[in-house]
């Protein structure tokens, strides 16, 4: 990846006198390199501690104010990346290795490249090491921080994915469109998984047609509650810091129990893999009030903090298909997303990064409703949505993709707004994975970059697959007058205020004839509630 500097040189095998077990520096004998890692790069695989020599070497870790507040983040997700910092901490000095480990109530530097450009002038390493970060933002700030300190960079690839980044360039190369579809084609075929002799296992590419099924009137029953991890001492300390310093911050930490260390991870796998995987599948697109995990993996923080590699997930539901624990359609379902999704936001994220955050094809300017902060409204659906992210840090796809960001679609809120939202209110947000779904795949203000067309649609999609629309006071068949669904609503309205753009276009004009069949009059008292709406929003 990206080398700032000049190369470093060995200095020979002398202990640097100057840094203690826990990287306090007491001296000024430079050290050899500064292995920065960051708050979601806790593998013991990482790259930038790979060869390291503990003699030469110091690994620098930072709890910086600034990425708890860049945007508002959530307590769970501020305590979670924190927790998981200071486990890893000790497994680190427990294999006999040196940190120098900034506890954000030891050091008051704003930000993590403030507090880097401190340490870099007091311990005035040779070279600074990392791996990729999965933000631009973090990439550029420590970039330029070295570069104003005079220190080589050494940037490595983050091989804790499936696809590297060059990897994706390359499919990409040439190609009009970068569509899901033919990404997670070309990697199965890579990789050989779910393949028999050239051909997809089971004849087909993808199960979606068993995997939309609603839970009926009947819902649900008794799932059983995934694995979950009680707080330990280092995590409660974490939780009370967190109050202390974030008491404004959005969203509760009663439920906290994410996993927090490799082997955490791994036991939430399993639970998945022996629990959950079988109906993954069928019921992936489902919703159910006080349902917030159903049979989701509950395993993307793990994931993205790098507690646990891609290929340990795929590898265990291609186990447990093999074994006959799991049908199909769910083991491939959840490999699409893991193998497919997954690596394939990750590629569009780097490859139209800085600029992608400022696309906003569908001009939209409305500002995000406050009660996407509070859950304070009487729309059912979004109540729970919202309800759920603030109590527990966690939505699953489609309470993210056709509850919360479809009504910011349809109410036609400025996308970096909602951008912010996503990035401040989940637990296992980084911008690399959730800056594409949100700009591209649910608000569609990349042009298509990333969706083929706009995942637009209205109150009955959610009441076919939820119980909401039976416990709110709106009715989803209704676009107008006092009982009128504001998806409903607003959903033709889009179609109205987009049909320009949309109606010849192969994907969408289907969606888009409907609204020729829709009387004059009846279209003007849509345009007229929804615009009554977006005022009462605003
Ligand atoms: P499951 O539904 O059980 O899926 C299994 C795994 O597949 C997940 O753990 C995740 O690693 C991966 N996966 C599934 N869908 C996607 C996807 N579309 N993109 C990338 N990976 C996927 N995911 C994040 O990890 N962080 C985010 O910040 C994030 N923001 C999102 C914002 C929006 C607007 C939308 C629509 C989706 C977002 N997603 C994000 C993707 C997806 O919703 C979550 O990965 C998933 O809900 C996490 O819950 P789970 O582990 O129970 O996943
Ligand atoms: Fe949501 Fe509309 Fe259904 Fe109410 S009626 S729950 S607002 S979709």
Redo the contacts with the bound molecule.
């Keep these: 990846m990206v080398c700032v500097g000049t190369n470093v040189s060995s200095r020979g095998t002398t202990p640097p006198s100057n840094i203690t077990k826990d990287g306090a520096y007491l001296n000024k004998i430079p050290l050899r390199r500064l292995l920065i890692v960051l708050g979601d790069q806790l593998s013991r695989d990482n790259p930038a501690l790979r060869d390291l020599d503990p003699q030469l070497d110091l690994i620098w870790m930072c709890e910086a104010r600034g990425e708890a507040t860049h945007v508002p983040s959530h307590k769970a997700r501020t305590v979670l990346f924190l927790a998981a910092m200071r486990h890893f901490r000790e497994q680190l000095q427990a294999d006999g290795l040196r940190v120098r480990y900034l506890e954000l109530e030891a050091h008051d530097h704003p930000t993590l490249d403030a507090a880097l450009s401190a340490d870099l002038a007091n311990l005035k390493p040779q070279q600074v090491c990392m791996t990729q970060p999965g933000e631009y933002r973090v990439l550029s700030a420590l970039r330029s921080t070295c570069v104003s300190a005079g220190v080589a960079l050494h940037c490595l690839e983050d091989d804790h994915f499936l696809c590297s980044t060059d990897e994706f360039a390359h499919w990409a190369e040439g190609r009009k469109e970068l569509r899901l579809e033919h990404f997670y084609r070309w990697i199965r075929k890579r990789d050989d998984i779910l393949m028999d002799g050239g051909k997809p296992t089971g004849g087909t590419w993808n199960f979606d047609k068993h995997n939309r099924k609603n839970f009926g009137k009947r819902g649900p029953g008794t799932i059983r509650p995934p694995l979950g991890f009680e707080p330990n001492a280092i995590t409660r300390d974490v939780m009370q810091l967190v109050e202390r310093h974030f008491p404004a911050a959005p969203g509760q930490l009663q439920h906290f129990d994410w996993p927090l260390s490799a082997e955490q991870a791994q036991a939430a796998l399993e639970d998945f893999i022996a629990h959950r995987l079988s109906d993954?599948g069928p019921y992936?697109d489902a919703l159910w009030s006080g349902e917030p995990?159903l049979y989701?993996?509950?395993?993307?923080a793990a994931?993205?903090l790098k507690l646990l590699h891609p290929r340990q997930a795929v590898d265990a539901a291609l186990n447990a298909h093999q074994q006959g624990q799991a049908p199909m359609a769910s083991v491939e379902g959840?490999i699409r997303?893991?193998l497919g999704?997954?690596e394939y936001?990750r590629g569009i994220y780097w490859r139209n990064m800085p600029g992608y955050l400022e696309h906003n094809l569908l001009q939209a300017q409305q500002p995000l409703p406050d009660f996407y902060w509070t859950a304070e409204t009487d729309y059912a659906c979004l109540q729970a949505a919202i309800g759920q992210v603030l109590e527990y840090g966690y939505?699953?796809?489609i309470q993210?993709?056709m509850v919360t960001?479809l009504f910011a679609l349809l109410l036609g809120v400025e996308p970096v707004q909602i951008h912010t939202w996503?990035?401040a209110m989940?637990v296992?947000?980084?911008e690399w994975?959730?800056a594409p779904?949100?700009i591209g795949?649910?608000q569609f203000a990349d042009g298509g970059l990333l969706a083929s067309k706009p995942y637009a649609a209205s109150g009955a999609y959610i009441q076919r697959m939820s119980n909401h629309c039976s416990q709110c006071r709106y009715d989803p068949k209704q676009a107008t007058g006092e009982s009128a669904c504001p998806f409903t609503t607003l959903f033709w309205d889009f179609l109205d205020r987009h049909q320009q753009r949309f109606a010849k276009h192969p994907r969408s004009a289907l969606m888009w004839r409907n609204l020729q069949r829709l009387p004059s009059e009846k279209l003007v008292s849509i345009r007229k509630q929804a615009a009554a709406l977006r005022q009462q929003l605003a």
């Design positions: 993954f992936q995990y989701h993996a509950r395993l993307s994931l993205n959840f997303q893991i999704w997954r936001v939505g699953h796809h993210r993709l960001g996503y990035l989940f296992d947000a980084v994975v959730e779904n949100t795949m649910s």
